[in-house]
Structure formats: structure tokens, C-alpha cells
């Protein structure tokens, strides 16, 4: 396969976009942005005028976009990549989506003989740039075994995790624990501050004893410095995700009480003007709780 269609060229989008084109791919991009197609011009790609022009030009067809609506719009609908897609054509969406709608595309996939992978992607914008998300793959396995050097190309670390919507599974899981750990390190710091503790020295012995991980040692930066503006992720899209979360739970007749209760925090958040800030800032939602004086930004 070396002809790739590409619906959603925004932040995470366009670097893994680019970084096909890097690894030798033909990407013919779409977005509802002329200015992001125009600037994957720049770097070697093609323009479609939508996703079914672009899946007619092409071997495989990926896309990123935002929710639920967008996805089934994009592949299903009048100008979607189904419409386009020629018998035996690979589509795989990278979105973070509902497992039920992922589910709705691969049924109208297979009437239209594609082949379907629901494929997510775990990092941030720095390691979308890189090429060193981590992507997990789940439908037909010959499928994920055709398109194996397309993710390597996007990806350092690449898992096939079975059939159907597990990939959706696993994404929502990732967020599930990003949610509740950023909620839980917020009500925390705020706890010791209104104690009179200092947040950087809570910080720094958190991270460096037996309570620290990876996801502190990323953030720890951003929380001390408080750096919450303009994020690579932002409160509203991590409220998005949860509401799918929560929607699917219901579904499934899966309790989640300690996600239902950081999802309030970032209605707090939300209604207190902090949507398009970084989900751990989080902090100021329980620091005005606790009566604290939240600090501006530095940066």
C-alpha cells in the first residue's frame, strides 16, 4: 500500500499526516481547513475536495476527527470514505469514538466490501511530531498485517489487540485512567496546600518516592509551573471523552462511580471558564473548592 487517503489533519492529524509522507507514502489529505490541506501541500501531499474523493485515489484510508457525529459523517456519509472506497480498500479510524459507532462503520464497511480496523492512538502532540505514538489495532487480522508498515511509519510502538471495537475498549481506558489520576493528583495537592504544604515540594517527593510514575514525571513541569494554558489536550476534550465513557458504562451496565465523580470536576472546570485549559489544571477546580487563592499562570 502506497497510496494513503487522510480525513483530519488537525494537531495530531497533520505531524502523523507528515511523518507518512517522511516514511515514503502518497497521503492525499482532507480537512474542512483549506489552510491545513494547503500546508500539507507543502510537504509533499495531495488535496481532496472530501474523504470518498480521497479513498477513490487511494489503497487505505485513515482518519482522526473528534466524536461520534464527525465519524459517521465521514465514513458513511454522502461524501464519506465508504462512498468512494473500492472492493477490498482498507479504512481505519483513529479517533477517539464511541465502541457503538465504531461498530456502525464496520457493519456498513463490510456491506461495502472494506475491510475495517478501529485503531487508536496513545501520546501527545510532541510524539505524534516523532513518530513515536503507541497504536493499537483491532478487526480483521489480515488486515492489520497488510497495513502493519503504514503504522510503523506513525508509531514506535505498535499492537494488534484483536477483533471488533477492543482498540475503542483500550482507548477509553487510557482516558478512563487520565481522567480519574489527573482528578485524584488535583484533590491531593489542593488537601496539602490548605495544610501549608508547599505544592512544588509535594511535587518533587511525590515524583521521586515510591507514589511516582510516568504519567507525575510528565506532568510534574506543567503542574509547578502551573503551565495550563494552551495545551496539547484541554479540558473540553478530555469532558468529551468521559461522556463516552460514561454513555458506553451505561450501556454495558458498568458502574463507574470515581469516573462519574471526575467528570463532575471538570464540569466545574468547565463552568468556571477552564474547558480550553490543561486537564491538570484540574488543581484550581479544588483549590477554589478548599477557599484557596489560585495563583495565574507563569507561562
Do not use: W
Amino acid at each position: 500500500m502506497t497510496i494513503i487517503a487522510f480525513t483530519g489533519l488537525g494537531r495530531m492529524g497533520f505531524p502523523i499526516a507528515v511523518n507518512l509522507l517522511k516514511a515514503g507514502f502518497s497521503v492525499i489529505g482532507y480537512d474542512l481547513d483549506p489552510a491545513k490541506m494547503a500546508a500539507l501541500a507543502k510537504h509533499g501531499g495531495k488535496r481532496a475536495r472530501s474523504p470518498a474523493e480521497a479513498a477513490a485515489l487511494s489503497d487505505f484510508s485513515l482518519s482522526i476527527i473528534m466524536n461520534d457525529a464527525i465519524l459517521r459523517n465521514v465514513a458513511m456519509g454522502e461524501i464519506g470514505v465508504l462512498k468512494g472506497a473500492r472492493s477490498g480498500h482498507v479504512y481505519c479510524d483513529l479517533s477517539t469514538v464511541s465502541p457503538s459507532a465504531s461498530g456502525e462503520v464496520r457493519v456498513k464497511a463490510a456491506e461495502a466490501g472494506v475491510e475495517y480496523l478501529c485503531a487508536k492512538v496513545s501520546g501527545s502532540i510532541d510524539r505524534a511530531e516523532s513518530a513515536s505514538l503507541t497504536l493499537f489495532a483491532s478487526g480483521p487480522a489480515d488486515a492489520f498485517a497488510r497495513t502493519h508498515a503504514v503504522f510503523q511509519a506513525m508509531a514506535g510502538d505498535v499492537h494488534y489487540v484483536g477483533e471488533g471495537e477492543a482498540a475503542a475498549y483500550l482507548k477509553l481506558v487510557h482516558s478512563m485512567i487520565v481522567g480519574t489520576y489527573s482528578a485524584m493528583i488535583g484533590e491531593a495537592l489542593a488537601f496539602g496546600q490548605k495544610g501549608g504544604l508547599p505544592l512544588d515540594m509535594m511535587i518533587d517527593i511525590l515524583e521521586g518516592g515510591p507514589l511516582g510514575s510516568r504519567q507525575l514525571s510528565l506532568k510534574a513541569p506543567v503542574l509547578k509551573e502551573r503551565r495550563f494554558s494552551n495545551p496539547p489536550s484541554d479540558i473540553d476534550t478530555a469532558a468529551k471523552d468521559v461522556d463516552i465513557i460514561l454513555d458506553t458504562a451505561r450501556q454495558d451496565r458498568t458502574p463507574l462511580p470515581l469516573m462519574s465523580a471526575a467528570r463532575q470536576v471538570m464540569a466545574f472546570a468547565q463552568a468556571s471558564g477552564g474547558g480550553k485549559r490543561e486537564i491538570y489544571s484540574v488543581l484550581e477546580s479544588f483549590e477554589q473548592l478548599a477557599g484557596l487563592k489560585v495563583p495565574s499562570d507563569e507561562h
